[in-house]
């Protein structure tokens, strides 16, 4: 499932096309509201280290991700950054920081509750009481009927994406189907399978594990309204 994610298979058109998502400037700002003093930070599901490289400008900063293609490609672009080979439901840095974050929507790729659980209890593992978690995650499905195109600048020219998306309501998974005419004259096709936690499962999730929800909002600035949210929560068991 993971290796039909193009930009798995291509880290660094990932970084491309994704440059200016802006979650690691929402992260940051969350942090800064709820928890100002934090010095340090672990990154679960990091990907290619594109927000880790703008955290580390303010905090000490660890990531883990399971792709090994990704980690490799986020050593050899960001080599200052710290970033680990590892599987964030079962991971065990040995070191607890005052901010764990999951961005970009990484805990979605964890399907069934058992293995949620099991990322949440990785979240405390690397937390004390006070440590703040950012959390970025879809709460509801995407609604579009039909799928949408969009040119989109990669390394090698523009490229056209034709996105649609297939909500499953029984497992909570949003499959999105991606349609690529890529610069080359070559198509690809991948499928991304997201898991949706509407926002009182993600409390419950929280809560088991010994978090305090302290916030859930579309962007630092903007009320909850979906699909994508970031989840602000403290750890007091
Ligand atoms: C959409 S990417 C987001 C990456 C990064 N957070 C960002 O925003 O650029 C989702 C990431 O989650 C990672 N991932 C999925 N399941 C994981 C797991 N069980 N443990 C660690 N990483 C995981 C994937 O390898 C991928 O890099």
Not at 31 to 48: K, M, N, Q
Not at 78 to 94: E, F, K, N, Q, S
Not at 128 to 150: D, F, K, N, Y
Not at 195 to 219: I, K, Q, T, W
């Amino acid at each position: 499932m993971e290796a039909s994610n193009l930009f798995y298979r291509d880290p660094a058109l990932y970084d491309a096309v994704q440059e200016d998502s802006g979650s690691a400037a929402a992260c940051r700002a969350l942090i800064e509201r709820h928890r100002p003093d934090a010095a340090t930070l672990a990154d679960f599901g990091c990907g290619t280290g594109r927000d880790l490289g703008i955290l580390a400008e303010r905090f000490g900063c660890v990531g883990v991700d399971i792709q090994p293609g990704l980690v490799d490609y986020a050593r050899r672009v960001r080599p200052a950054l710290d970033i680990r080979l590892g599987d964030m439901r079962t991971v065990r840095l040995r070191r607890y920081v005052d901010a764990v974050v999951c961005l970009g929507n990484s805990l979605a790729y964890v399907h069934d509750n058992d293995g949620i659980s099991a990322v949440f209890a990785t979240f405390a593992a690397h937390a004390l009481p006070g440590t703040l978690l950012v959390l970025c995650s879809p709460v509801s499905p995407t609604v579009r009927p039909e799928p949408a195109t969009a040119t989109v600048a990669t390394p090698a020219g523009p490229a056209q994406v034709t996105i649609g998306y297939e909500w499953d309501l029984r497992t909570q998974i949003d499959t999105m189907h991606r349609r690529w005419a890529l610069p080359s004259g070559d198509e690809a096709h991948d499928t991304i399978r997201r898991r949706v936690l509407f926002p009182r499962e993600l409390e419950h999730y929280a809560s088991c594990a010994g978090f305090e929800v302290l916030d859930m909002l579309n962007d630092p600035n903007a009320a909850l309204t979906g699909p994508i949210a970031y989840t602000v929560a403290r750890y007091a068991p």
